[in-house]
């Protein structure tokens, strides 16, 4: 891919979408190369992806919009230039081949960005356009609902875990055993932090809900088989021991003890971790 100017592209220019996000460009950077979301958060437009080639630089990956058909797989290549505030992202094969999206972002202030992007996309006839660039519009104010989510809340744990670093922790009493056995699942804040309380196999369990990954939340996650899933990449936990079972080197946080002392009325207290 040359990074000259969009302005000098052969392939027809069909519309541009606008938008102001209340986020910082570093976490547009760290979106726009974060393959793994996009059959995950954006599960209602892309159904698999199969990553060829990634790293900072950008990503090439085979992907299948949603729903999925096996021979509707396209590759695509986005590259992301930093000193020039952009990506492109490319078709590189399957339909809608030597297709191009441009991505300018400008920064506002620290907590929010301008994308400006450009849609070009080749033999489309003059007439086309206007459909097409609709057809665009919408999509990226689709993915940028969704994308906006889950950078906010990274940000806003991000900071959390800042403010983290300080605090004292203190252990909490949840209240006498058959109450808290009536209200799991729950979630708990606990020292700035959030933990899921389930019954699991007749016992009480506690995991944090905060995904090692990027920090997504797995507090609306349901368990299955002991097992929790992350919304934002699909990455997997076991709940007892906090490993990753997808393969990933991570571990959840650790999560308090949940102690029962049978001497005080079975009351249930959650004990942080030294
Ligand atoms: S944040 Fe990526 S899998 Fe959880
Ligand atoms: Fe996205």
Redesign the pocket.
Known sequence: MSSDSYADRKVPHVGTYRRELPVSIQRLYENAIDW?HLPFLHRSSFARIECHDAGAWGFRARVWPHPYKENRGIVIELRLEPELRRWITTTLDGPGKGTEVWTHAFSISENATLVVVDFFVPGVEQGRRGELARFYTKLYSRLYDEDVRMMSERQLQLDLLDKQMHKKRASIVLGPLAEVRARVPFTLDCNGRTYRIVEHHGKLVAYATL?P????SLAESEVCDGIVE?P????RYDILTGRCVSGAKLRLPAAPQVRIDEAANALVEFIPEP
């Open positions: 793994e995904c990954h990027m920090l997504g992350c934002w990449h699909g990455y």
